[in-house]
């Protein structure tokens, strides 16, 4: 598989995330200490149980913090991919990252 069909399957899926209303986009994620009971919150005021979630690269405390909860999966910007965002139910994103998909798949 090409570069361009690679780009097409992503954006495909991403666009179906949106039209489903399943692309949550919030401000930050970011936690002073690692603690999965903080992203478990963060997960239960976003009503979400099944999601993949896009963050930033300096963003090292939230992605352990969400290493230990069952059906859910961190994934930095360059590593996301078609299957992924199609298994997991809900999309996640930060501001910043949605920055930085726009600027490489756009």
């Known amino acids: 598989m090409n570069r361009k069909e690679k780009r097409a399957a992503l954006k495909s ?3 179906s995330k949106v ?3 399943k692309l949550i986009v919030v401000d930050e994620i970011k ?3 690692i603690k999965t009971k903080n992203f478990a ?3 239960k005021n976003l009503n979400v149980s099944k999601a ?3 963050l930033g ?3 090292k405390n939230a992605e352990i913090s969400a290493r230990n ?3 859910v999966k961190t994934a930095r910007t360059n ?3 078609v299957y992924d965002i199609l298994k997991y139910n809900t999309l996640i994103l930060t501001k910043e990252t949605v920055a930085n998909i726009e600027e490489v798949y756009a």
């Open 13 to 15: 899926a991403l666009s």
């Open 52 to 54: 993949l979630v896009v």
């Open 57 to 59: 690269e300096d963003n």
């Open 79 to 81: 590593t996301i991919n």
């Open 41 to 43: 919150n963060i997960l």
């Open 31 to 33: 936690f002073d200490e």
């Open 69 to 71: 909860i069952a059906g």
């Open 19 to 21: 039209a489903e209303n």
